[in-house]
Structures are given as C-alpha cells and as structure tokens.
Nanobody
Framework: QVQLRESGGGLVQTGGSLRLSCAAS????????MGWYRQAPGKERELVAR????????YYTDSVKGRFTISGDNSKTTVTLQMNSLKPEDTGVYYC?????????WGQGTQVTVSS
C-alpha cells in the first residue's frame, strides 16, 4: 500500500513563498505522473500542476504559471511544489496525487493560507 504525506504548508503574507513536499512510502509500480491539487473553501478541487514521470513534461493551471514550479525525483518518491509570489487566491488545502497505469493515490492535504 502506498502512502503519500505532504509537508510545507503554512501561513504566509502576499508575495511570500512556500515549498510543498510530498513523500511516498511503499512500492510504486508503473508511475505515470505526479501532481498537486488544491481546494479552496466552497470550491471544487482543482489541478494546480502536474509532471509526467517518463519525460518530465509539466502542466500548470493558468493562474499559477510563472509563479509555481513542480519537480519530481527519479526515485519516484518525492514531488515538490515551489510557490512564489503567493496571492490570497492561492489559499486552500493542497493535495498531492500519484497516478499509475491502473491506480492513483492521494495525500491527506496540507493547508496553505496567504494573508493580504
């Protein structure tokens, strides 16, 4: 059984930075991608960034392009999200997700709060 654990969330002022990490434990087979999602109060969970394991191709939702950077390691155990120039609208619970050929796993989430 794979478990994902996020860390690095917290409270930061507008314009500040945070670095989220997601560590996986357990055996991971046929990993396809790693990603970060967020859910703001009263809103649906949305994809923020994703990285393909095989070729490293990244995707960012428009609102974070140029501010966030996703990276993963070759050991398939860690994915990070560097968040710069944070805005109040970035506030929410951030979840990591690992996706394989026939499975997916979610972390428990970490709170990010950006004060104005």
């Amino acid at each position: 059984q794979v478990q994902l654990r996020e860390s690095g969330g917290g409270l930061v002022q507008t314009g500040g930075s945070l670095r989220l990490s997601c560590a996986a434990s357990g055996s991971i087979a046929r990993l396809s991608s790693m990603g970060w999602y967020r859910q703001a109060p009263g809103k649906e969970r949305e994809l923020v960034a994703r990285i393909s394991y095989d070729d490293g191709i990244t995707y960012y939702t428009d609102s974070v392009k140029g501010r966030f950077t996703i990276s993963g390691d070759n050991s398939k155990t860690t994915v990070t999200l560097q968040m710069n120039s944070l805005k109040p609208e970035d506030t929410g619970v951030y979840y990591c997700k690992f996706v394989g050929s026939w499975w997916e796993y979610w972390g428990q989430g970490t709170q990010v709060t950006v004060s104005s």
